[in-house]
């Protein structure tokens, strides 16, 4: 069994900054891609930021140069930091895990970028 729990989510100013992170728990022996979804209302579930075991990142245009993903294999955590946020990047946030068994979500955080 593999637990995530995500945290960081809020409200913010456009123009600020959040930083979510994800632990994973339990049955973890190696994790390969670590990753960052959002989900808006309305629309689909999208990647935002993903990375690899040896550090190699992956991002959505909507979010280079703002957002940058990050890993602690030591504490089976990813992290996003967001800065410069928009009204736009409101959704709720997800975090994902590949394992060789499969892949685990997070149960999602809300952000919200308002005045």
């Known amino acids: 069994q593999v637990q995530l729990v995500e945290s960081g989510g809020g409200l913010v100013q456009p123009g600020g900054s959040l930083r979510l992170s994800c632990a994973a728990s339990?049955?973890?022996?190696?994790?390969?891609?670590m990753g960052w979804y959002r989900q808006a209302p309305g629309k689909q579930r999208d990647l935002v930021a993903a990375?690899?075991?040896?550090?190699?990142?992956n991002y959505a245009d909507s979010v280079k140069g703002r957002f940058a993903i990050s890993r602690d294999n030591a504490k089976n955590t990813v992290y996003l930091q967001m800065n410069k946020l928009k009204p736009e990047d409101t959704a709720v946030y997800y975090c994902?895990?590949?394992?060789?068994?499969?892949?685990?979500w997070g149960q999602g955080t809300q952000v919200t970028v308002s005045s």
């Open positions: 339990g049955s973890i022996f190696s994790i390969y891609t």
């Open positions: 990375i690899t075991s040896s550090g190699t990142t």
């Open positions: 994902r895990i590949f394992l060789r068994g499969g892949d685990y």
